[in-house]
């Protein structure tokens, strides 16, 4: 076993901490999202990069295959990713709102507004 | 009238409670139905009393609280005694309450009716309960219920002193009855009172006097020190609720639940082969003393008074902690005989409050050609915190020598005359000056006795007073079944 | 037929229902659907909690697929318990929020929020009921997204970004939550939870379930917001609408609650992994920690929403203080808190939106007076913080009894007197806010107001009663919560 076989698992962690420093480290809300979508889609990797099987094919019982790849993860992840989607709309959709409701999109200019507004 | 007796008296002050606020706004029909209250209270509380001096025990259970507590009364001789003090003394209180509430044009006066019901309704749950569970609900309810009292006024300094009232009051209980209450739950698997006590052959060595120290300071109450600070705190409240609260219900439901848990949770006779628990007398007397010392000090009358009953409360819990039968008639014995007197005495500096407005000591000389009724009141009361015969205060002072001698327990002997000769310093002054002085100035406003239902309840009381000098018998019988069973 | 069929209609009725107001555009049509779906959703988990304490768990396959390759849901007493807890609580709350929901929401949004709530609603019961680890995962999703939307239409601005930083913290927690779930199938093959717990139970330790472990705690105690993971919480609460706040306070971290149960319990219990590592420490400190900071910092607040706010967080560390304890009274504690608290907060966040209604955001200042102008609201404000001190009486002090006996059980005095020491913090800020509320003058606010409508007095004195109750007598919570605790002790080694 070589390094490189962990490759998918690898870049897997690598997107999965860029994106949450992202989100950490951005003030920009929209950037925040663009992180957030970045963490979730490492989760994707994880789960299809196992299921895949080298020489394995899809998963339709025909004469001749031995081997099949492991629909299941797809299927899960299918589900992950409408949900992932769901949850960027949702999100740029408040940021639009909180744009409308403070006309700045930077996350230290709208903490000085509300502390300006107590 | 058996079973039923015990919820039935629960159960009245509470609809009169109820009642009560809900006629807020007809003055008349409000303390009229407060006055009915307490007759029907007394009425239902007294038809008890021959069934208990008979032997009998009227229980009921009202609900179960977790699987195997429930909450459930029974009536028994201390708590038969307690539940007669407070629904008596209501009603006396209650009348003097309207002259007082009335005289001094007081706000909010149905919270006050209101609130004081619940608080009634809360020491007859405490008297009559038949299981620690059930004393620790109705003693936090009345804590609470009685806040309002205390923080009547409303105004700044008031609401402080009423903090110190519960911020004590509720720490003390939360942080150390409870996990005492829960401690015994844990090694003896019930809460119930027992006549012999629950923790015998439990329990042994230096946890004995650690759980007597947290149920002791525990019960704030009692106001054993150090922690009596909540009683002077609370003497901000209007009058009527300093005598009947904080001279009789709250304070006596305080030596009463120590009483009850010395009796019925440890058992006289197993606490007093722990060498452990004998550190109690000690405390108690000190208390007695140094509060005694404090009040000497005191120019305030209420305050002067709080210090006063700080002590003859330590007086309830030293007799307790002597362990014996005739001080544990003693104990019992007093809680009746200060009662009578320290109401009478509250009733008289409310009294003098609401004719003259003074509060000071150093007020008073001469007051009592003023006012001849309500310092004739006063000291029949100061006597009998001192203890001279013909009042209450000699009864109870007698058997709690007696069983100090009984036990040969000279600190109590000692404390008990150290304590007489300090009652005496600071209530006699007060009496001469009050009858033999020259009023040092006149008032602005010429003022002759307070308005007559004032006159009229502390009449009573101080009669009260007298009058179980002579007629103690029924209630010497009921407490003799307290230490009958225990030989 | 419908008999056998009601673990699914306990998610399906209020799912398909969100799209129906959606479809009839009418508010108060919307708000009729909802009227009637949330109170079928609390009948049917009532009957399903009256099933299971009669014949033991239940096991339901969809589409006849046998489990472990179908998707089951699976109730046993645990999830009872939670279903009927959320549900009863989400359809109390619809006939109060009617006046709520007309005053502090846009006409025109009303079908929305309602679709949104019964979202919210199906989530929670999805993950409640679900015997299926990714189904968990896409119904607490569901949940959330609808929670964001519920916070957000709050009227104070800062309610957007109260709901946004939620967003980012929960997609984080769910994601978290997802990687576990993930690592966990990778180890064992299957997504059922029974057959997981069984073939973790068999397998020897490899460091992957470690970290399932790991990412599912985190994840999940994002979620329950458990000190230090709570940021999110006061502001969402603070600013959300006062139903939103009801509901969520009372349902959405009891839902993760029980996640944690079961994962933690149910699944791990019989694991090597629980041997090897000791989560109940890091717990037990953590859940100390959240009641003293959040008690602490609850006394300072001058908002009274975020006040209690931060009071939920300090409750909340009662509950995963209780499961720490991991004994049968500790968990017995943390469980009946769950029901406990639920009825507590929900009322006391019920009876803030009543004052909403009459003064807007309710802040310390202007509830000065409010017991001469809303004597009944005041009453059950008082009754519900003396449930958070714990008074006997009410139902905080059942919990605290059982935590308390669980520490002393174990030989932790030090525990039991930390537990009691912080209920005093309670009574600080509980009665900061009544003596503001009896013992000042009216603020201005209040002067003209008077007592809120009963459309949404007495659902918020149906809970208050409810603090009273079952703080007298407990031996239904408590019973019920004893045998779910039992049944999770029994699941571990």
Sequence with gaps: MNALDLINYWIAMMLLVTGLYIVIARGNLVKKLVGLSIFQTSVYLIYISPSKIIGGTAPIIAPGVELYSNPLPHVLILTAIVVGVATIALGLALVVRIHEAYGTIEEDEIHAQDQDGE | MNAAGPAIALAIPAIGALLISLAGRWPNLREAITLTTALALLFVVGSLAPLVLAGERPSVTLFSMLPGMSIALTVEPLGMLFGLIASGLWIVNSIYSIGYMRGNNEKHQTRFYACFAIALTCAIGIAFAGNLLTLFLFYEALTISTYPLVAHKGDAATIRSARVYLGILLTTSIVLLLPAIIFTYIITGTLDFTPDGILAGKLDGPMVGLLLGLFVFGIGKAAVMPVHRWLPAAMVAPTPVSALLHAVAVVKAGVFTITKVIVYIFGVDFLFSQPSSGWLVYVAAFTIIAASVVALRQTNLKRLLAYSTVAQLSYVVMATAVLKPLSEIGAAIHMVAHAFGKITLFFAAGAIYTASKKTEITQLHGIARRMPWTMAAFTVGALSMIGVPPTAGFVSKWYILAGSFQADNYVALFTIIASTVLNAAYFLPIIFWAWFAKEDVPPAKPHGEAPAAIVVALTITAVLTLAFFFFNQPALQLEAQLVGRQK | ?493
């Design chain 3, 1 to 493: 037929m419908i008999e056998s069929n009601l673990p699914a209609l306990q998610v399906v009725l209020p799912l398909v229902a969100a799209p129906l107001c959606v479809l009839l555009r009418r508010g108060s049509l919307a708000w009729l659907v909802t009227w009637s779906a949330t109170w079928a959703t609390a009948a049917i988990s009532i009957a399903i909690l009256l099933r299971v304490l009669d014949a033991g768990t239940i096991s339901y396959t969809f589409g006849g697929w046998e489990p472990p390759w179908g998707i089951e849901y699976r109730v046993d007493i645990v999830n009872a318990f939670v279903l009927v807890l959320v549900s009863v609580i989400g359809a109390i709350i619809v006939p109060y929020a009617r006046r709520s929901v007309g005053a502090e929401i846009r006409s025109e949004q009303h079908y929305l929020f309602w679709a949104a709530y019964l979202l919210c609603l199906t989530g929670l019961l999805g993950v409640a009921i679900t015997g299926d680890a990714f189904n968990v995962f896409v119904f607490l999703e569901i949940s959330s997204l609808a929670t964001y939307i519920l916070i957000a239409c709050g009227q104070d601005r800062r309610a957007l970004v109260a709901s946004y930083q939620y967003l980012i913290m929960g997609t984080i927690g769910a994601t978290f939550i997802v990687i576990g779930i993930g690592l966990l199938y990778l180890m064992t093959g299957t997504l059922n939870l029974a057959d997981m717990a069984q073939r973790l139970s068999t397998m020897p330790l490899h460091r992957p379930q470690l970290a399932a472990l790991a990412f599912l705690t985190v994840g999940i105690s994002l979620k329950l917001a458990l000190f230090p993971l709570h940021l999110w919480l006061p502001n969402a609460y603070a600013y959300a609408p006062s139903v939103s706040t009801a509901f969520l306070s009372a349902t959405a971290t009891k839902v993760a609650v029980y996640l944690l149960l079961r994962f933690s319990y149910s699944v791990f219990g019989q694991s090597h992994v629980i041997e090897n590592i000791s989560v109940e420490a890091v717990i037990l400190a953590l859940s100390v920690a959240a009641i003293f900071t959040a008690s602490l910092v609850a006394i300072f607040q001058d908002d009274v929403k975020r006040m209690f706010a931060y009071s939920s967080v300090a409750q909340i560390g009662y509950i995963t203080l209780g499961i720490s304890l991991a004994n049968q009274n500790g968990l017995t504690g943390g469980i009946v808190h769950m029901f406990n608290h639920a009825v507590a907060k929900g009322a006391i966040f019920m009876l803030l939106g009543c004052v909403a209604l009459q003064i807007g955001q309710p802040l310390m200042a202007q509830m000065a007076g409010l017991a001469k102008r809303m004597p009944m609201t005041a009453a059950g404000l008082v009754v519900g913080g003396l449930s958070l001190i714990g008074v006997p009486g009410t139902v905080g002090f059942i919990s605290k009894w059982y935590l308390v006996v669980a520490a002393i059980e174990k030989g932790w005095w030090w525990l039991a007197a930390l537990v009691l020491i912080s209920s005093m913090l309670a009574a600080i800020y509980v009665w900061r806010l009544i003596e503001v509320c009896y013992f000042r003058e009216p603020s201005p606010e209040l002067e003209a107001a008077g007592e809120a409508p009963l459309s949404m007095l007495i659902p918020a004195w149906v809970l208050v009663i409810g603090c009273i109750y079952f703080g007298l007598d407990a031996t239904m919570t408590a019973g019920t919560a004893a045998s779910a605790a039992q049944s999770l002790l029994e699941a571990t080694r």
